[in-house]
């Protein structure tokens, strides 16, 4: 945590070239037409697996890369993390519920 | 009568003149005094609706007001007092003014955004009355599904509507906050040297962020399904109603620790100052702030024990829910040692913190019975939990607001107050909020379901107390608002340290300058250091 | 009120720090000290905000991943209604509006304006072209009785109507919301593009075209999530 804000430091300003932009590009688009075609093939329940981790990479390569989280502070990530977080407890706790439905053998409960 | 020296120098009142410098200040102390007139506005308006409802429950019969007109009065109530009072009432007012000066920044990060929100509010709050107005909104301030969204035939709508965009207002106060506290500290002020109001705040401030967009994209579904009639939370169609509650809970809950952190954190400088000693255990205090605002997002399902959620899923909120009274009674137990051994003075505000620490405490306490799977059964939807909330919001929340505006009263209008009056509301409220919630338990334990207006002859008596009650309340909330308005004028002209407390507010003139500092101070003390204070009282 | 401030670039040691007064610029607002300190603040502030959205949309998603999993077989057929090339094409057609839009801040790194203005108005072509084949796809639901909010809604091939008209709605409601999110998306990019050719920015001060960015690529992100929620998800037959 930057204890002195007030500070001047110094931001060595990192700047991507374009060949990264346009391989990061070229990767997004091929793992857009590889979950487009995985899907028309049934693997059963390995589908959801697969079109969910390709989308969670592509978010990857947008986030660290176009968003420049590979070079911002400690803090960004923290509220970037923290927030998936909160997501995830939203998910968690009201499926605790939901997939819990009679479960303890009471009616109605 | 105003001496010369206050009229030579420029403060934040004096820099500029006109309706047009004060609408389009980016001051944050300027558009604190907004937002203190606003809520002002608006807790009279739910108060009104507070005196009506307990006007109509004197007797058992319906004498005053239909059934419908009953459902209307509770509804607006609520929702007028949370989302137009309570949410916004202490960050808004007192975070505002004074979070900036007390980490010793010239202003919020983002002042044109400050002054947003407060637009915001307005205009939600101008929905919120049309709503009103116009013939009201009876589903109770939770907007429990289907009801709302299939046979409610009142303005559900505008009322909705009203409260999504006051909860943007919300959530750019917590944004401008939580940026403002890790980017504009001074030289020198580290994160354990701040003030415990500052560290409520930005707890507050991360549950406003978290939580406060899922209650919007709830009302946007409500808003879907009730013009267009598409199923989302309609059993009907396969849609499922707790899947509301999960999302209105998810914010409600951790809501109400947005309306009781900013008080804890009044309370702790209130007491500070008064017994004349730093609170005990600050680091543990400050972390508890932060452990209620993550703990407190994990149980929102004790809303849910008796509407059809799983009883597993009950069983891991119950018990989750326990674990809220640990930072809780953290929070009571150092202020309570802060005390110890201190050098107490009864001036008003510490006599509300009095206040606020033992009515906190029942409403805590009392919050562990409605925790518990089993009691809550019994108690869930009387006037138990009724009063249990309202020992928190009003025995907390409006005791350590009414306790912070006469804390720092001095320093905002460079006025002292007339100390005799202010003691004796204090008092009376007290004792006007006993009377009318203390009855309100028994009631409840009795059996006595919340949202009726006919009830048993034999629960009348406690009803009868509560009424007389709310009306000692009411004398104790309307004297501040006569002797505050007067000393404006004719209190006598406070010096800038008329406590003789510790914080970078009470090193800078009262009123403050425009831009807080002459120069930005460089803090070398840690918080609560009395070495560095001369204790004189200075009077006018 | 932008026109008071003045357009002078003041470097942080001209001023006594500490001051309670110095000249505003847009890179050096009143209130902070240094531009870096200015920087820093408006990049957190829009990475907040960027929380508050995830926020807003997981809601979306709850209630998505709820009937998902109560209703799988309906919303697979449901599902398979989409059109699938394309939705794929938009969702490439918005990852090189993102390329673009990082290919403007870049510029704005360096200062080149001409590049800022160019990669801007790219951006804001891809994403109009985006909105429109989704506009597109939304008539398309109109002609196939795909409307839940119609009478005359109807999937093929299911009894479960409710259903059915539960998977439209969530569909309708998220790139809806999706969608209003590009739009003002195009705003905001129209505004830099004019701010930028009256010469507001320097490579010492691009903070706004770099959290216009941020935004583009959130809302990017959520249709990188959107796409295989609707689209592909039980998709093979």
Redesign the interface.
């Known amino acids: 945590m930057n204890e002195h804000p007030h500070q001047d430091p110094e931001h060595a300003e990192h700047i991507d070239s374009v060949k990264t932009y346009a391989v990061i590009l070229v990767a997004l688009l091929c793992l857009t037409i590889l979950t487009a075609f995985v899907a028309t093939i049934d693997l059963g329940p390995l589908n959801i697996i697969v079109a969910l981790s390709i989308a969670v990479a592509k978010m990857l390569l947008v986030v660290l890369v176009f968003m420049h989280v590979r070079f911002s502070t400690r803090l960004t990530r923290v509220v970037l993390v923290g927030g998936l977080l909160w997501l995830a407890i939203l998910l968690l706790f009201a499926f605790t519920d939901f997939n819990t439905r009679g479960l303890l053998g009471v009616p109605g409960k | 009568m105003a001496t010369a020296a206050v009229l030579e120098r420029e403060t934040y009142l004096n820099a500029s003149y006109g309706l047009k410098s004060w609408l389009l200040t980016k001051d944050h102390k300027r558009i604190a005094i907004l937002y203190f007139i606003t809520i002002s506005i608006f807790f009279a308006i739910g108060g009104t609706f507070a005196g009506l409802i307990r006007l109509e429950l004197l007797t058992p019969q319906a004498d005053l007001v239909s059934s419908e007109t009953y459902n209307k009065l509770f509804t607006m109530h609520g929702v007028i007092m949370v989302f137009f009072f309570l949410i916004p009432s202490i960050p808004a007012t007192l975070g505002n003014f004074f979070l900036p000066i007390m980490i010793g920044?010239?202003?919020?990060?983002?002042?044109r955004i400050n002054l947003l929100s407060w637009y915001l509010l307005i205009l939600g709050g101008v929905l919120a009355i049309y709503a009103m107005v116009a013939g009201g909104v009876d589903t109770g301030w939770t907007f429990y599904t289907p009801y709302s969204t299939s046979y409610a035939n009142t303005y559900v709508i505008a009322t909705a509507l009203g409260i999504f965009v006051a909860g943007f207002s919300s959530?750019l106060t917590g944004?401008?906050f939580?940026?403002?506290v890790?980017?504009?500290?001074?030289?020198g002020m580290?994160?354990f040297r701040m003030p415990l109001f500052v560290w409520a705040h930005y707890a507050t401030s991360l549950i406003q962020?978290?939580?406060?967009?899922?209650l919007?994209?709830?009302l946007?579904?409500i808003l879907?399904e009730r013009t267009?009639?598409?199923?989302?939370f309609d059993p009907?169609?396969?849609?499922?109603p707790?899947?509301f509650q999960?999302?209105f809970w998810?914010y409600s809950h951790p809501a109400v620790y947005i309306m009781v952190l900013p008080g804890m954190g009044v309370i702790s400088e209130i007491v500070s100052t008064y017994s004349r000693k730093p609170v005990y255990g600050y680091a543990f205090v400050a972390f508890s702030s932060l452990a209620i605002a993550v703990v407190g997002?994990?149980v929102?399902?004790h809303h849910?024990y008796v509407s059809?959620?799983?009883?597993?899923?009950?069983l891991?909120?119950s018990f989750l829910s326990y674990f809220v009274a640990i930072p809780s009674a953290v929070k009571v137990f150092n202020w309570t040692a802060t005390l110890y051994k201190g050098s107490i003075s009864y001036d008003t505000p510490m006599l509300y913190a009095f206040g606020f620490i033992g009515l906190f405490t029942v409403g805590g306490l009392t919050g562990l019975f409605v925790a518990s799977l089993g009691l809550d059964v019994h108690v869930t939807d009387t006037y138990f939990v009724i009063a249990h909330f309202h020992y928190v919001m009003v025995g907390g929340t409006i005791m350590a607001y009414l306790g912070g505006v006469h804390y720092w009263w001095p320093k905002m209008t460079g006025r002292m107050y007339p100390e005799h009056f202010a003691r004796l509301s204090a008092v009376v409220v007290f004792i006007g909020f006993n009377l009318t919630f203390f009855p309100q338990f028994i009631l409840g334990y009795q059996g006595m379901p919340r949202r009726y207006h006919v009830y048993p002859p034999e629960y009348q008596v406690l009803h009868v107390l509560s009424t007389a009650g709310a009306t000692v309340l009411a004398v104790g909330y309307i004297m501040p608002l006569i002797y505050l308005i007067w000393s404006l004028k004719y209190g006598p002209v406070a010096g800038k340290n008329p406590w003789g407390a510790t914080g970078l507010e009470w090193s800078i003139p009262s009123p403050p300058?425009t831009?807080?500092?002459?120069?930005?101070p460089?803090v070398m003390h840690e918080a609560y250091d009395y070495s560095a204070v001369p204790r004189e009282v200075e009077v006018g | 009120m932008d026109s008071q401030i003045q357009q002078s670039h003041v470097h942080p040691s001209d001023l006594h720090q500490g001051e309670a007064h110095h000249l505003e610029t847009l890179a050096l607002r009143e209130q902070f000290d240094t531009e870096a300190q200015q920087k820093d603040a408006s990049t957190l502030g829009m990475w907040v905000f960027l929380i508050t959205e995830v926020m807003f949309f997981g809601g979306m998603f709850l209630g998505y991943t709820l009937y998902r999993s109560n209703y799988a077989d309906t919303w697979a057929l449901a599902s398979r209604s989409l059109n699938l090339p394309i939705g794929a094409t938009n969702t490439c057609v918005l990852l090189f509006s993102s390329f673009t839009m990082a290919m403007a801040v870049r510029a704005g790194q360096l200062g080149k304006k001409k590049a800022v203005i160019l990669f801007l108005i790219l951006t804001m072509l891809f994403g109009l072209a985006f909105l429109g084949i989704k506009g597109y796809e939304w008539t398309q639901k109109f002609e196939e009785h795909h409307v839940p909010a119609l009478a005359n809604f109807h999937l093929e091939g299911t009894q479960l109507q409710g259903q059915a008209k539960l998977f439209f709605s969530f569909y309708f409601a998220m790139t809806g919301l999706h969608a209003l999110h590009m739009v003002v998306g195009v705003g905001i990019v129209l505004f830099i593009i004019f701010q930028t050719m009256r010469n507001k920015y320097s490579p010492k001060y691009y903070t706004p075209i770099d959290i216009a960015g941020l935004y583009w690529h959130f809302v990017d992100v959520v249709w990188i999530f959107l796409f295989p929620l609707f689209y592909l998800i039980d998709r093979h037959p």
Do not use: E
Request: net charge positive; proline share 6%; with cysteine.
């Open positions: 920044a010239r202003d919020l990060a983002f002042p959530i944004l401008n939580v940026v403002t890790h980017r504009m500290r001074a030289p580290t994160w962020i978290l939580g406060t967009p899922v919007a994209v709830t946007v579904l879907c267009l009639h598409i199923g989302i009907a169609l396969g849609g499922d707790i899947l999960h999302m998810f997002f994990l929102w399902g849910l059809g959620q799983s009883l597993y899923a009950g891991v909120f300058p831009h807080n500092f002459d120069r930005i460089v």
